[in-house]
């Protein structure tokens, strides 16, 4: 990123990245786990999580 403001989609599947990639750039990554420094991101927002 460009240190301006953006999103990024992330999905463990690549199904559901299919249908954001015409909208915001994505990546297949564990939201556990996100590849991102830890102080790099001012804010994760989560929309639709499931867990067992």
Do not use: K, T
Not at 5 to 12: C, N, P, Q, T
């Amino acid at each position: 990123m460009d240190g301006g403001v953006g999103s990024i989609g992330v999905d463990l599947s690549s199904g559901m990245l299919g249908y954001a990639v015409d909208r915001l750039p994505v990546m297949r990554a564990d939201a556990e786990h996100l590849p991102f420094a830890g102080d790099s991101l001012p804010a994760v927002v989560s929309v639709m999580a499931h867990s067992c």
